[in-house]
């Protein structure tokens, strides 16, 4: 074999390397794209957190958030905010707090604010992040002014001796003023 037989055949190897790369990519590209065709029109489709990829955890939350199931898809936030680049993290957040958000709204409607105050504060902590990763996203400014509505972030009084706590016969300041109404 001469030196040009040599060559053609190495340019054919890594020819032949690059087209089968490629094929695997466009083949889990295809995969994940149906995943999401597929959680969009409404299916249910099980997803590996570990290893599906950002676009994938996002539609699956997305999902689960219209469905009222926070808790199972807090853990594909969990591993969207490891691996996911800011726009999809920002999205998912934000999602996410709308989603305690509505949880809390409607815990107030019943009256059960021991579970509303938790939700809120939990929703306020997401818009922030949310804010964080996009300090310019005005509906994650206008939501988190509305969750600071709902539950107040005051500073905690501490007294000048932290083994006495203080007697304070009654609670002076409500956690959860009330739902507000109209615009800010």
């Given amino acids: 074999m001469n030196m040009k037989q040599l060559a053609l055949r190495a340019v054919l190897v890594i020819a032949l390397d690059?087209?089968?790369a490629s094929t695997w990519q466009f083949a889990v590209k295809q995969r994940a794209n149906a995943?999401?065709?597929r959680l969009r029109a409404g299916s249910e489709v099980e997803i590996d957190a570990a290893e599906a990829p950002p676009e994938v955890l996002d539609a699956r939350a997305a999902f689960l958030l219209r469905r009222n199931r926070?808790?199972?898809a807090q853990p594909l936030l969990d591993q969207a905010l490891l691996r996911a680049d800011a726009p999809?993290?920002?999205r998912m957040l934000f999602n996410m707090a709308n989603a305690?958000?509505?949880a809390a709204v409607a815990a107030?409607?019943?009256g059960d604010y021991d579970k509303a105050i938790p939700l809120v504060?939990?929703?306020k902590s997401e818009y922030r992040s949310a804010l964080?990763?996009?300090s310019t996203y005005w509906d994650a400014k206008y939501n988190l002014d509305i969750a600071m509505r709902l539950v107040r972030d005051l500073p905690q009084a501490v007294g000048e001796d932290e083994e006495k706590p203080l007697q304070t016969p009654e609670k002076l300041w409500t956690d959860l003023p009330g739902v507000p109404k109209g615009l800010p």
């Fill in 108 to 110: 107030i409607g019943k």
């Fill in 70 to 72: 926070i808790d199972e």
């Fill in 132 to 134: 964080r990763l996009d």
């Fill in 35 to 37: 995943a999401i065709d």
């Fill in 18 to 20: 690059v087209l089968a």
């Fill in 88 to 90: 999809i993290q920002m």
């Fill in 100 to 102: 305690r958000m509505r």
């Fill in 121 to 123: 504060t939990l929703a």
